[in-house]
């Protein structure tokens, strides 16, 4: 079968691209290289392997592409509240036009799984399933949401919410909560927290991969319907995430200070159950993950952070 990967060079797509082509699908990934980034370059040792480059607001391309392939998971987005509050224009069309285009050329026997965020849900007392209501505080957080619903009301495509993203990735992003902390744990020695008792869910960027591939699997199953996918046992707080942390570097010193707010506010414990009802079980720890982070950043500390990051 033929996968389509839009955004297929970031974070996430250049660590998922190579769990399909071992499974022996045919992988297309479509990218601008906005961040010109070299994180594909090991796959093209795969015959299997196909990479396009271009932008998904090029629609005659875009068409061409979703029209010619039996999955599609359109990854390529703009991330995060200050880089969509700089371009508004630009996240509209990429977070929710794209995801538009795609459902209305969509075939109903091709399949769509999309990812969506956490984020959405904003804070809140109850434990979070599926059935909570969203509250986006932004711009990325919204046009989520919109995409989301729009796949949802057009009956035919996955929706998965995914907690906060870890581990190493060919293209690494130190930004990301859990890579952030490790990397300043390791290069500062200490750690300054502001609102350390806010809560929420984590998963590595490898159970990311596995996920979809397991959507594949049970697509008819799981077809129109939204799934959480985080770590049942890590909805930390902020100092239960820097205390675990302190584990693998017992010198980190943990300071709070609150010098600022997160303008989300998120807060919140989430619940895995009705994805972990289908057999789903997750492979990487958030032990495992900290450990690959601080090996691995022994290979990326004298590079400019500036090639790790999407802010």
């Known amino acids: 079968m033929k996968v389509l990967i839009t955004g297929g060079a970031g974070y996430l797509g250049s660590t998922m691209a190579e769990y399909f082509l071992r499974k022996q699908y045919e992988v297309t990934v479509l990218d601008n290289l906005m961040y010109k980034q070299l994180s594909l370059l090991h796959l093209f040792k795969h015959e299997k392997f196909k990479f396009v480059q271009g932008d998904v607001r090029n629609t005659e391309l875009l068409k061409e592409l979703v029209t010619t392939h ?54 809140s007392d109850s434990i979070i399933t599926e059935d909570s209501p969203f509250k986006p505080l ?46 300043k744990s390791v290069t500062d020695g200490y750690l300054v927290l502001f609102e350390a008792n806010f809560k929420r869910n984590y998963i590595h960027v490898q159970d990311i991969a596995q996920t979809f591939l397991f959507m594949v699997s049970n ?14 046992d890590a909805n930390l707080s902020k100092l239960e995430l820097a205390n675990k942390i302190k584990e693998h570097v017992p010198s980190l010193v943990i300071k709070q200070d609150e010098f600022k707010e997160d303008f989300d506010k998120r807060n919140y414990i989430v619940s895995n ?3 972990e009802n289908l057999g789903w079980r997750p492979s990487f720890s958030l032990d495992y993950g900290i450990q690959q982070l601080i090996s691995a950043y022994q290979m990326t500390i004298n590079h400019n952070n500036r090639n790790f990051t999407n802010l």
């Open 70 to 123: 039996d999955i599609v998971i359109p990854l390529a987005a703009i991330v995060g509240m200050p880089a969509c509050k700089s371009n508004p224009e630009l996240t509209v069309d990429v977070n929710y036009k794209q995801i538009k285009n795609i459902v209305d050329w969509l075939s109903n026997d091709q399949k769509l799984i999309i990812p969506n965020t956490n984020s959405q849900y904003g804070s």
């Open 138 to 183: 932004s711009l990325y957080a919204q046009t989520k949401c919109d995409a989301e619903q729009y796949v949802l009301d057009k009956s035919n495509g996955i929706v998965l919410r995914l907690a906060t993203v870890f581990g190493v990735s060919p293209r690494m992003r130190q930004d990301l909560l859990v890579n952030d902390f490790v990397y």
């Open 219 to 232: 697509y008819n199953i799981c077809n129109h319907n939204v799934y959480n996918v985080g770590l049942s």
């Open 273 to 275: 159950q009705k994805l």
